[in-house]
């Protein structure tokens, strides 16, 4: 098990770019590692997800083409880069791991996650 953190969230302007840290206290080198996130009011969502050497990874519809995960295994660090934001990327972004079974990354589920972060808060307003 590891702890996650968050950071890199904040309040950006439509069509702008912001990229997301998150740091475990662990390695990380054996865990599948993704990005969920949750608007006010709505239930949590899949963004994305890496395999545990970086050479898999699988987006939501929504943020396929636009959003970036990448991992530095060494630094026990994963990042999303998020560009063209819109409005309906303002969310609650969550880090989560879960053990690598395989070298899939497309593990979409919540609940498919055993370790979470608390959270970062993106902001995509005029």
């Known amino acids: 098990q590891v702890q996650l953190v968050e950071s890199g969230g904040g309040s950006v302007q439509p069509g702008g770019s912001l990229r997301l840290s998150c740091v475990a206290s662990?390695?990380?080198?054996?865990?599948?590692m993704a990005w969920f996130r949750q608007a006010l009011g709505k239930d949590r969502e899949f963004v994305s997800s890496?395999?545990?050497?970086?050479?898999?990874?699988t987006y939501a519809d929504s943020v396929k083409g636009r959003f970036t995960f990448s991992r530095e295994n060494a630094k026990n660090t994963v990042y999303l880069q998020m560009n063209s934001l819109t409005a309906e990327d303002t969310a609650v972004y969550y880090c989560?791991?879960?053990?690598?079974?395989?070298?899939?990354?497309?593990?979409?589920?919540?609940?498919?996650?055993?370790?979470w972060g608390q959270g970062t808060e993106v902001t995509v307003s005029s």
């Open positions: 989560a791991a879960r053990p690598a079974g395989d070298s899939r990354s497309r593990y979409m589920a919540d609940y498919q996650y055993t370790m």
């Open positions: 662990g390695s990380i080198a054996t865990y599948v």
């Open positions: 890496i395999n545990w050497s970086g050479s898999s990874t």
